[in-house]
């Protein structure tokens, strides 16, 4: 079967229903053929969503080391004020101590004063 070709060819918009040339009429993304006029492109959102994963590895991953170099001494105390309020301080011997992880060796501490009387 042979088909009209050339200067002379119409066709029927399918949009609009005007005539048109074969030759300037366009193929929408739906399959309509359409006049030059009535040409829409498909719109970005009409294509499926490229689905991405966040990465979850690392590059070049280094096990956990806990350095127990140069981590000092960090001592608390519990002076008492002029009223006699007791505030606790916590001062670090080392500058770069604060923020790391320590572990107890030694805990001392007192109540405070304690008066009985029998009688």
Same mark, same amino acid.
């Given at each position: ?15 609009? *229903? ?16 359409? *006049? ?75 109540? *405070? ?7």
């Amino acid at each position: 079967m042979s088909y009209s070709t050339g200067k002379h060819a119409y066709g029927i918009c399918d949009i609009s *229903g005007f005539r048109y040339k074969l030759n300037d009429m366009k193929k929408t993304w739906n399959g309509l053929l359409v *006049g030059p006029d009535m040409y829409d492109p498909k719109h970005p959102q009409l294509r499926p969503r490229i689905k991405t994963t966040d990465p979850e590895a690392l590059l070049n991953p280094r096990p956990d080391v806990k350095s127990t170099i140069n981590l000092g001494t960090v001592r608390v105390s519990n002076p008492k004020n002029v009223n006699g309020v007791s505030s606790p301080v916590m001062y670090a011997l080392v500058s770069n101590t604060i923020g790391s992880s320590f572990s107890l060796s030694e805990v001392t501490g007192s109540v *405070g004063e304690i008066s009985v009387v029998i009688s």
